[in-house]
């Protein structure tokens, strides 16, 4: 179980890293955390010719506030810093929240928000949480034929990210720099949960949910994301809309619940058989969205 | 016995071994480099079967950094199988076919992992690159992979040269079932399964082999649990004599059973090193430990139970399929403590007992932590709590009517045990063990109470509670040897190697109170075998009672010879000295003393005469060899929350009550029973080793295969009786496994409690139960299918195949 | 590649080729065997060590990932000198703590969960039990059935404590 052979650059500045990147005859992966990266490498799953390691990228670890009060985070920033951060804890509870559901502290202080996001799993925690928040993915590469250190920029909704397991909408020349989130509107709640096997386990099944109630109790918005509960992070838009224009007693939940279990499509596997999971992501979707509505109200 | 007038045995001392273990300084087989060394890879299949017909290692040969690549071709006589380790034991009417593997693959793959080639490179960087192109023409085969099926006329043949997939039949009986059957009140039938896990040890098996040509000596170290046959078993391989060889198994990080199988790497290492002039190292990773090294379980059991109305039980019928992978080098050592652990501490006047072991292309089974206990231990406390929910007898009321009283022991079982003695219980008091655990889980009153409470808010709480009985401290042999060294420290050698039992501090304790020092002046060494080269290893919960005994009968001798010594000296009658603060003194007049490092000088003349027959130096070797095994038992509860939503079960407490005999060191016992509860608790809920249908391991990484953390296992409680061994004077009995054997059956017992309401009669018969697998139960039992099979639970059920 | 970086506040630099994992290069490289291996894809805990002071899986770097860094492994725990005997009293109060409590059998996960325990009690100095479970939750370790490595890391919180805060606070992170 030892990685094979490959080239190494330590990328300094964003531009070092989309440099390494353009040369595709090379075939290059960043590496960040390196807590999914180097398994697949010690496994040799993953055969990569040469890695740009990203973690000399100071501007990738911030955690800034956008123009619009919402929230960026660098591609670099640390899950023990969405944990830990004061900031976030006020501003994105729900990440503070989900967060020490992914593995344990030591991978925790390695793993990132970009390496998450990019890997595409649809087992893992952040994605899930982070449709719920309405997160876009900004990329950049290195504009084509453009001197060294121009850049191509663009921003993709997450919703349009995730194309698949471990697949995403990232061409191999592409960086992902930056996740941002619109500000959290007033009559907010947020929940997570999740049943694994053990903590820090992958989970079975896990949600994530963000309802906005108006004054009179109503629901005006919500959002549902489940985590394994498809071939991609997934956000349950039809089960949503039931709470929507709703007042979110147990009966409304219940049917939000059950259209969330019904149009999952969950996949086997040795740990859980698909109904298991459909039923998982029921009782998980009431006891969470229960959970996000009274947060709103208390 | 030394209990009565000892300060040591019986205390909580700490560790002589731990602050090596807590600095890193202390050397595990990994940690040994000796300059110059190679690096070993092996190419495996990723076949569980197959015909091997060409293999190309010219490009691994040729790859930068590579100095050799062997395969079978190259191996000349060392091509050939493997030992029988452990024979089975002469039984009647006994079927047995010994099938050993090849060190690497000729023709024949019959596992997934086997080895096709061995690669020796600069670095196991560089070898694991040149095992990737290594290329082998392989014509796949079908597989055995469901044990149900691995008997039936149209499977597959794991080796062709036999009719069918049978590796054994064993038959074992005692009084006459069929009568007993006739009489009973009450029978009931149940089908169980056991399914397959790992020994699961953090430190992966290493060899480390140096071939000093100059001296004419081989030196290898060795993850092994048993240094010294595995020696002689190298050594007359590569055909040297056994003083030429030198096995060190060092600190060894956790055995558990799969440590002590010879392996072909053992053999294959210390072979390249002769052959290439280099030391060589291998270190197998965890991917190759999932198939390279031994596991245990898979058992399927059609079982019966025959009672009178008021519970007793008349007699018990158990016939079972036993998993023995591709190989059976271990006989029948697994599925025999099977058999005989399942009578339990309790009655049973007939039994009728038979198992088939069947070949299958999956990796080999041998002992793993509890060695095929557990199996019997779940099959009969499951069958009494069927069998007491049917009469109305809770589970602990119809334990009380069928457990052996204590003036009813010592009690001869009358089939053969492992140890091919007769199933014999020594001593124990199994009515004390039941009661005391009832009691400290407040079985009778107050947590019936709370569960009602907890009932009524909606919270699923249960209560288990089992038996066990566990055959240990089986012979042959093992020995000590002790000398006390002109500086005043005594050094004890013995054979048994040490996994992290505690042996350095145990047997101290026990060399200290005979000869007056503590146990921190005992230097202790084990598995080396320039130190000490008879003995058999550490297996079967046996260290603490065979060697221990051995090194007290040594310790016996070399306290007599310094009272001679120390008399001489001191000009008195050996009768008015004592040994103590490490020295002999006068009793009543302290001033007058000798320290042992002065006499160990005079014991040792340098010029002079001697009186003939005089034996130099204070020293002694002794061994020890018990009759039969030692029987030590307990009882284990738990309380469990289920969340019937979820079926998500977590463990509320967890208790055990367990009579080892005499216990030197309290500390290192409940230690044992903690880590053995754990793997228990991993048996019960967590670890499965999951094949696909083509015979695949699904699981092979500890992502998947699921070993239980911290915050899966509770605190453990435990509570100690002390019923000594008769049969060793130091009275002890082991206790590595006991911790592991229970655990599922109280398990089962407990979340049936818990779920008695939402799901009566809900039936888990099949381990490891996983929510995934209690949900489907569940759900099954809502639609009305008992036990998640079939319907009716009384009727006769389709026998497994093979199993009349 | 060439890196420099400081192992148990020693300074030590040379060539190491980019796929060298950390793990490796700690016990092979500087000959600091104490870090442990046992699973090789970030699951058992045996290899964590400090990386600037936060635990981490020693088997998931590369050591060219350390140029510049500060690591700490369990042989930087005691105080003693590298090839110094070593007493129970010379112990880190953690690592003493694990010996009274026989937190540790064959002792081979020991090392990781030492690193993760002393990095965990300096961010949570008066942990509850659970909190201790939690913490050390992401080490297997198959002899100790963990009773008593949650009671030893207890223990030495209580150890840490009397030992006062700066007692143990003298290494410059
Ligand atoms: C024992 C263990 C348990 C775990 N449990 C969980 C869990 O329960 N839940 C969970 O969600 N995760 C879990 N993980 C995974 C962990 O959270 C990873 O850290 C995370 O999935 C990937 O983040 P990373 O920064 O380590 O990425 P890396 O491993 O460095 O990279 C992952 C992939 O993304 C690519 N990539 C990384 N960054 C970028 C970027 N900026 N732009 C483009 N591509 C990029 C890489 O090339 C690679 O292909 C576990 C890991 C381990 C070892
Ligand atoms: S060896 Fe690194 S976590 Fe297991
Ligand atoms: S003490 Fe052996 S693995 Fe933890």
């Not at chain 2, 008879?534 to 007290?552: L, Y």
């Not at chain 2, 130096?617 to 038992?633: Q, V």
């Not at chain 2, 048996?683 to 911290?710: C, I, K, Q, R, W």
Request: with cysteine; proline share 7%.
């Amino acid at each position: 179980m030892k990685p094979p052979p490959f080239d190494y650059v330590a990328a300094a500045t964003v531009d070092e890293a989309l440099e390494a990147l353009a040369d595709t005859s090379v075939e290059t992966r960043p590496l960040a955390g390196g807590q999914s990266l180097v398994p697949m490498l010690n496994f040799r799953l993953a055969v990569p010719e040469r890695l740009v390691d990203l973690n000399g990228i100071d501007e990738l670890s911030r955690i800034e506030e956008t123009e619009d009060g919402g929230l960026r985070l660098g591609a670099m920033v640390r899950h023990r810093q969405l944990e830990h951060d004061p900031f976030i804890a006020r501003r994105m509870p729900l990440l503070s929240e989900a967060t020490p559901f992914i593995a344990h502290p030591q991978i925790r202080s390695r793993g990132t928000v970009g390496g998450s996001v990019a890997h595409a799993d649809p087992a893992a925690e952040l994605p899930a949480v982070l449709l719920t928040l309405g997160a876009r993915v900004r990329i950049a590469r290195r504009s084509l034929g453009g001197e060294p250190g121009s850049r191509v920029e663009r921003t993709v909704g997450l919703g349009e990210f995730f194309l698949g397991p471990f697949f995403s909408a990232l061409e191999p020349d592409e960086l992902l720099t930056a996740i941002e989130m619109p500000p959290s509107a007033p009559g907010e709640g947020t929940a997570f949960d999740e049943v694994a096997r053990r903590r820090g386990d992958y989970a079975l099944a896990g949600v994530a949910a963000r309802v906005r109630l108006n004054s009179g109790g109503v629901c005006d918005e919500a959002a549902i994301s489940l985590v394994n509960g498809g071939a991609t992070p997934c956000l349950m838009r039809e089960a949503a809309r039931t709470l929507v224009g709703q007042e979110p007693t147990p009966e409304v939940i219940e049917a939000t619940a059950a259209a969330c279990a019904a149009t999952s499509e969950p996949a086997a596997d040795m740990h859980a058989s698909e109904a298991y999971r459909r039923h998982l992501i029921q009782v998980l979707t009431r006891r969470v969205v229960s959970r996000a509505a009274d947060r709103v109200l208390t | 016995m030394s209990r009565a007038g000892g300060t040591w045995v019986g205390a909580r001392v700490p560790r002589n071994e731990d602050v090596r273990l807590l600095t890193g300084r202390a050397q595990f087989v990994e940690d040994v480099e000796p300059p110059g060394a190679l690096h070993v890879a092996f190419a495996r299949s990723d076949l569980p079967a197959g015909r091997l017909r060409g293999l190309d290692a010219a490009s691994a040969r040729t790859h930068p950094g590579v100095h050799a690549v062997f395969t079978a071709a190259d191996l000349g006589p060392l091509l050939r199988p493997g030992a029988v380790l452990v024979p089975p034991p002469p039984l009647e009417g006994l079927v047995f076919h010994a099938r050993t593997a090849l060190p690497l693959v000729r023709d024949r793959i019959r596992h997934q992992g086997e080895a096709l080639a061995m690669i020796v490179a600069e670095s196991r960087y560089v070898a694991e690159d040149a095992a990737a192109l290594v290329e082998a023409d392989i014509e796949p085969l079908d597989p055995v992979v469901d044990l149900g099926r691995a008997l039936g006329a149209d499977a597959p043949r794991v080796h062709d040269d036999l009719p069918s997939n049978l590796a054994a039949h064993v038959r074992q009986t005692k009084g006459d079932y069929a009568a007993a059957r006739a009489r009973a009140d009450l029978v009931l039938e149940r089908r169980f399964s056991y399914d397959r896990g790992i020994g699961g040890a953090i430190e992966n098996r290493a060899v480390v082999a140096e071939w000093d040509a100059g001296a004419d000596r081989l030196r290898v170290w060795d993850t092994t649990q048993a240094p010294i046959p595995v020696r002689n078993v190298v050594a007359a391989s590569l055909g040297l004599s056994e003083a030429q060889v030198r096995f060190i198994a060092p600190f060894v990080g956790g055995g558990f059973g799969p440590k002590i199988m010879f392996y072909a790497e053992e053999i294959l290492i210390p072979w390249a090193s002769m052959r290439l002039g280099r030391p060589v190292k291998w270190v197998e990773d965890r991917y190759e430990n999932f198939f390279a090294t031994t596991q245990e379980r898979s058992q399927l059991h059609d079982a019966e139970i025959a009672l009178t109305r008021e519970g007793r039980i008349l007699g018990v019928r158990d016939a079972f399929l036993h998993d023995s992978g591709a190989y059976d080098p271990y006989g029948l050592t697994v599925p025999i403590n099977t058999q005989c652990t399942l009578l339990g501490p309790y009655r049973v006047p007939n039994y009728e007992s038979e198992f088939r072991v069947a070949f299958t292309n999956k990796p080999i089974v041998t002992p793993v932590r509890g060695a095929g206990r557990q199996h019997g231990v779940f099959v009969m406390e499951r069958l009494l709590d069927l069998a007491g929910r049917e009469l109305g007898l809770d589970p602990v009321e119809i334990r009380r009517r069928n457990v052996l009283g204590p003036d009813e022991l010592p009690h001869n079982h009358e089939i053969m045990y492992q140890d091919f003695t007769p199933l014999r219980y020594d001593s124990g008091n199994y009515e004390r063990s039941l009661e005391e655990a009832a009691r400290l889980v407040c079985y009778d009153e107050t947590f019936p109470r709370g569960r009602e409470r907890a009932r009524a808010d909606g919270c699923a709480i249960g209560v288990g509670l089992v038996n066990y009985v566990e055959g240990t401290g089986i012979g042959p042999y093992e020995g000590g040897r002790i000398t006390v060294e002109p500086g005043g420290t005594v050094r004890l050698a013995t054979g048994v190697g040490t996994q992290g039992q505690g042996h350095f501090t145990s047997f101290a304790q026990i060399v200290a109170d005979a000869i007056g020092v503590t146990p921190a002046d005992v230097r202790v060494v084990t598995g080396d075998t320039s130190e000490f080269h008879w003995g058999t290893g550490t297996f079967a919960s046996r260290g603490a009672v065979v060697a221990g005994n051995a090194i007290h009968a040594a310790a016996r001798s070399v306290r007599e010879k310094i009272l001679r010594h120390a008399a001489e000296a001191l000009e008195v009658d050996p009768a008015d000295l004592e040994l103590a603060g490490g020295s002999a003194r006068v009793r009543g007049a302290p001033d007058l003393s000798v320290d042992l490092g002065a006499l160990a000088v005079s014991a040792n003349p340098l010029r002079g005469a001697v009186e003939p027959g005089t034996e130099p130096g204070l020293e002694a070797t002794s061994y020890f060899g018990p009759p039969y095994g030692t029987t030590a038992n307990g009882t284990h509860a738990v309380v469990v929350a289920v969340d019937p939503e979820t079926a998500m079960v977590e463990i509320l407490r967890y208790l055990v009550v367990h009579d080892c005999g005499t216990v030197i060191n309290p500390m290192i016992v409940e230690g044992q029973i903690h880590g053995g509860v754990a793997a228990g608790i991993g048996n019960a809920f967590y670890e499965e080793l999951v094949f696909d249908e083509f015979g695949g391991m699904s699981n092979a990484s500890f992502m998947d295969y699921l070993l239980p953390t911290a915050t899966d296992v509770p605190p453990i409680e435990t509570a100690h009786i002390e019923t000594p061994s008769p049969l060793n004077p130091l009275g002890t009995k082991g206790v590595g496994e006991g911790g592991a054997i229970p655990v599922a059956a109280a398990f089962a017992q407990a979340v049936e409690d818990a779920l008695a309401q939402i799901a009566p009669g809900l039936e888990i018969l099949d381990i490891p139960l996983s929510p995934a697998r209690l949900f489907a139960l569940l759900r099954a039992q809502r639609e009305g299918v008992v036990g998640g099979r079939e319907a009716d639970s009384s009727s006769r059920r389709e026998p497994a195949a093979g199993v009349p | 590649m060439r890196i420099a970086a400081r192992v148990n506040g020693l300074a030590w630099s040379g060539e190491v080729e980019p796929r060298l994992l950390l793990s490796d290069f700690l016990r092979s490289e500087v000959g600091l065997t104490g870090t442990h291996v046992g699973c090789e894809h970030g699951v058992c805990g045996a290899c964590t060590v400090q990386l600037d002071g936060e635990p981490v899986r020693a088997c998931l770097m590369f050591a060219v990932q350390v140029d510049g860094r500060e690591v700490t492994t369990v042989e930087g725990l005691a105080e003693a000198q590298p090839g110094e005997a070593i007493t129970v009293e010379d112990l880190h109060p953690v690592q003493r703590a694990l010996h009274e409590a026989h937190g540790l059998q064959c002792g081979f996960c020991t090392p990781g969960i030492l690193m993760t325990a002393e990095a965990f009690l300096r961010d949570n100095p008066t942990p509850s039990r659970e909190e201790i479970r939690e913490a050390v939750s992401g080490h297997l370790c198959r002899c100790t059935g963990y009773h008593n490595i949650v009671e030893g890391v207890a223990r030495a919180a209580e150890l840490l404590a009397a030992d006062g805060p700066a007692a143990h606070d003298d290494d410059d992170r």
